[in-house]
């Protein structure tokens, strides 16, 4: 299994509700990461895990909520968005053993906040 | 202050000619370089990379070169296809510090 599957595909969410990304990988990858991408914009780095502990926080505010329950999975918790946190979410993960960041991309969620 | 720099927003080419993208960047620490190929609604799909020590990589139709006194890299597709025709982003990375800074990507289409 190759590949990163995250879900839902789409998401549609209002200011006050509390809502849950799913990012889920089978490759043995010790390093997960949470990105937000605007259109025409690369994507940008939010939460980084290795070994399941969150190692890098790029100063996301507090209604982002990242969670690593195992090796595999990489949930992000969302409460009380403003509609300019709509974007594509991207999961990735990567293989520590190597020296490099190669990291392997989610089809990510597509976020929309009313 | 953007690290990695794709100067250009779109690239125009025919079907069979070379493709040529280009990426600057300024950070002297970066020691790994790497080229992400994205659709439209789909997730970033590497495609190539390259390690600081190395000049030039090849895999099939693509091939990056490094110049490092110049900073600058470049990934060349030879023959473009029409499938070929996304959006490439250019990304960099340190191995000090686990994380990927991203070019702003340039679009190519390829015409049949």
């Known amino acids: 299994d190759t590949e990163v599957t995250q879900t839902p595909k789409h998401l549609v969410m209002g200011m006050t509700n509390k809502k849950s990304l799913k990012c889920e990988q089978h490759m043995g990858h010790r390093a997960m990461y949470w990105y937000k991408q605007k259109a025409k914009k690369p994507p940008e780095l939010m939460f980084v895990?290795?070994?399941?502990?969150?190692?890098i926080n790029e100063s996301v505010p507090s209604r982002f909520s990242p969670e690593c329950p195992n090796s595999s999975l990489l949930n992000l918790h969302l409460h009380a968005l403003q509609p300019e946190d709509s974007a594509l979410y991207l999961c990735a993960s990567c293989s520590l053993g190597q020296a490099y960041n190669e990291q392997f991309f989610g089809p990510g969620t597509r976020l929309t906040v009313l | 202050d953007q690290q990695v720099k794709q100067n250009s927003p779109s690239l125009s080419v025919q079907e069979g000619r070379i493709s040529i993208l280009n990426c600057d960047y300024t950070?002297?620490?970066?020691?790994?370089f790497l080229w992400y190929k994205k659709y439209p609604a789909e997730g970033p799909t590497f495609l190539i990379s390259i390690s600081s020590i190395k000049d030039k990589n090849e895999d099939g139709r693509f091939t990056v070169f490094l110049n490092k006194s110049a900073k600058h890299l470049s990934l060349h597709i030879v023959p473009s296809q029409p499938g070929d025709s996304a959006v490439y982003f250019c990304a960099a990375s340190s191995t000090s510090y686990g994380k990927l800074t991203f070019g702003q990507g340039t679009i190519l289409t390829v015409h049949p």
């Open positions: 950070n002297s620490m970066f020691d790994y």
């Open positions: 895990y290795s070994y399941e502990k969150l190692s």
